[in-house]
């Protein structure tokens, strides 16, 4: 199983992103999928996360400006980023906890740089 990252890049403040992550390999079924960052000198912190049912819980500062999506049919989950702020940029990765033909795990995406910047 394989989480890969798509989407980072530079991006103007106020201006918008979208990232994606797909799940590859025998998977059967994903329950939450989570998008992380890390920016420069500081933890990683939850973004956003999503349950199969489709419910979402968001960070505070990303409130109103950030959404989660999913596609089950595609093992993908996606983060649209707008209204972007210099405090975003960050390392985004992907976090997903599944069952695949080596039972339940948590995986992680290799992470896409995020650079908001004028």
């Known amino acids: 199983v394989q989480l890969q990252a798509f989407g980072g890049g530079l991006v103007q403040p106020g201006g918008f992103l979208r990232l994606s992550c797909a799940a590859s390999?025998?998977?059967?079924?994903?329950?939450?999928m989570t998008w992380y960052r890390q920016a420069p000198g500081k933890q990683r912190e939850l973004v956003a996360t999503?349950?199969?049912?489709?419910?979402?819980k968001y960070t505070d500062s990303v409130k109103g400006r950030f959404t989660i999506s999913r596609d089950d049919a595609k093992n993908t989950v996606y983060l649209q980023m707008d209204s972007l702020k210099p405090e975003d940029t960050a390392v985004y990765y992907c976090n997903a906890d599944l069952y695949s033909s080596t039972g339940w795990n948590n995986y992680w995406g290799q992470g896409t740089l995020v650079t908001v910047s004028s």
């Open positions: 390999g025998s998977i059967f079924v994903i329950t939450a």
């Open positions: 999503i349950t199969r049912g489709g419910s979402t």
